[in-house]
């Protein structure tokens, strides 16, 4: 196999060219050289993805029998479709790492891939779209609706995308698990989101990889919910945080209805605690039958907490800010209790 992963320097991009490589596969990678070191054994190709000169220039280094695209997130379809267009006469296949944001119902309904899609056009600016005053839908959703869009106006049958809900494991650059990890460290009582029993389902950077490796050498086609089909509870997620971190503390599980009244930020204040009913209800059954294999989640805790203690170094970037609540609001909102 030959592959070039639009992206391959840090996090999921990084895990996907190792992992291509650890299969023997040849392996070329497009970024712009500002946010990571290339992976040893990989051709680096440096430019930037906007640039149609870049772009062209990319091409010529092919062909390929597939692109893994894990570096979109920030880009308007029709920079999605710039990519797409240029570089299909050099590629077979097209791996496209989405959302399930794309979903319209989500995050309150229950979701399948039969749930409908946000509707954007391939050739969308980044103006695009809207988020509602509840939050969903969101103006990202609309706008990776029409990044998958571009992809398929391109590459047809020959597509395939992967909406994963959260990612977790090391070299995570949003910092949900590591400052969970950090508040657990930390020990004395920890401000919970109830029910202790809920599940949630993050999966494991590596098992995205891993699956988006063999859609690359596969021939599906069509979108695959990427979440972890078993799941854990927060109760046990919050367990295996303090246990690997040795924190001397306990979890104060505190009703949803309270938290909302005090005003603590859902998804970011408490990384991975959101009270709408179809946030953790992703079916990803599809994805397993094509050989989607996930790791126990207490796996992805030890190995990030092993990363993150042996100084582990994300990649900057803005999102790693907004999570995680101050001491002194914790505090403040467990005194009142």
Same mark, same amino acid.
């Given at each position: 196999?030959?592959?070039?992963?639009? &992206?391959?320097?840090?996090?999921?991009?990084?895990?996907?060219?190792?992992?291509? +490589?650890?299969?023997?596969?040849?392996?070329?990678?497009?970024?712009?050289?500002?946010?990571?070191?290339?992976?040893?054994?990989?051709?680096?190709?440096?430019?930037?993805?906007?640039?149609?000169?870049?772009?062209?220039?990319?091409?010529?280094?092919?062909?390929?029998?597939?692109?893994?695209?894990?570096?979109? $997130?920030?880009?308007?379809?029709?920079?999605?479709?710039?990519?797409?267009?240029?570089?299909?006469?050099?590629?077979?296949?097209?791996?496209?790492?989405?959302?399930?944001?794309?979903?319209?119902?989500?995050?309150?309904?229950?979701?399948?891939?039969?749930?409908?899609?946000?509707?954007?056009?391939?050739?969308?600016?980044?103006?695009?779209?809207?988020?509602?005053?509840? &939050? $969903?839908?969101?103006?990202?959703?609309?706008?990776?609706?029409?990044?998958?869009?571009?992809?398929?106006?391109?590459?047809?049958?020959?597509?395939?995308?992967?909406?994963?809900?959260?990612?977790?494991?090391?070299?995570?650059?949003?910092?949900?698990?590591?400052?969970?990890?950090?508040?657990?460290?930390?020990?004395?009582?920890?401000?919970?989101?109830?029910?202790?029993?809920?599940?949630?389902?993050?999966?494991?950077?590596?098992?995205?990889?891993?699956?988006?490796?063999?859609?690359?050498?596969?021939?599906? $086609?069509?979108?695959?919910?990427?979440?972890?089909?078993?799941?854990?509870?927060?109760?046990?997620?919050?367990?295996?945080?303090? $246990?690997?971190?040795?924190?001397?503390?306990?979890?104060?599980?505190?009703?949803?209805?309270?938290?909302?009244?005090?005003?603590?930020?859902?998804?970011?204040?408490?990384?991975?605690?959101?009270?709408?009913?179809?946030?953790?209800?992703?079916?990803?059954?599809?994805?397993?039958?094509?050989?989607?294999?996930?790791?126990?989640?207490?796996?992805?805790?030890?190995?990030?907490?092993?990363?993150?203690?042996?100084?582990?170094?994300?990649?900057?970037?803005?999102?790693?800010?907004?999570?995680?609540?101050?001491?002194?609001?914790?505090?403040?909102? +467990?005194?009142?209790?």
């Amino acid at each position: 196999m030959r592959i070039l992963v639009m &992206g391959g320097t840090w996090f999921l991009g990084k895990h996907t060219a190792e992992g291509a +490589l650890a299969r023997g596969w040849v392996v070329t990678t497009f970024n712009r050289g500002r946010s990571g070191r290339d992976v040893d054994g990989v051709e680096p190709v440096h430019g930037d993805r906007t640039n149609r000169a870049d772009l062209n220039r990319l091409a010529g280094h092919g062909p390929w029998d597939a692109v893994i695209d894990t570096s979109s $997130s920030d880009l308007a379809p029709r920079e999605v479709f710039a990519a797409t267009t240029a570089l299909r006469p050099a590629a077979r296949r097209w791996v496209h790492v989405s959302t399930v944001s794309v979903y319209g119902g989500w995050p309150h309904q229950p979701l399948t891939e039969a749930s409908a899609l946000l509707d954007c056009p391939p050739d969308a600016d980044g103006s695009f779209g809207y988020t509602g005053a509840d &939050g $969903s839908p969101t103006k990202y959703g609309f706008q990776k609706a029409g990044g998958e869009r571009a992809v398929t106006e391109a590459f047809g049958g020959a597509s395939v995308f992967l909406r994963p809900g959260v990612i977790l494991g090391p070299g995570e650059y949003v910092g949900r698990l590591p400052w969970w990890l950090e508040r657990a460290k930390r020990g004395g009582r920890i401000l919970a989101p109830a029910p202790a029993e809920q599940c949630i389902q993050p999966v494991d950077v590596r098992d995205v990889a891993a699956f988006a490796l063999d859609q690359a050498a596969g021939s599906a $086609s069509g979108g695959f919910n990427v979440t972890h089909p078993e799941g854990i509870t927060f109760a046990a997620f919050l367990e295996a945080c303090l $246990s690997e971190t040795g924190g001397a503390g306990a979890p104060v599980w505190v009703d949803p209805a309270v938290l909302v009244e005090q005003g603590v930020k859902q998804w970011t204040e408490l990384p991975l605690w959101r009270t709408h009913a179809g946030v953790w209800a992703v079916d990803s059954s599809a994805a397993v039958a094509a050989g989607l294999a996930c790791r126990p989640i207490t796996d992805t805790v030890r190995d990030t907490w092993r990363w993150w203690a042996a100084d582990g170094r994300p990649v900057d970037h803005p999102r790693w800010a907004e999570h995680g609540i101050t001491p002194e609001k914790e505090e403040k909102i +467990l005194a009142s209790l």
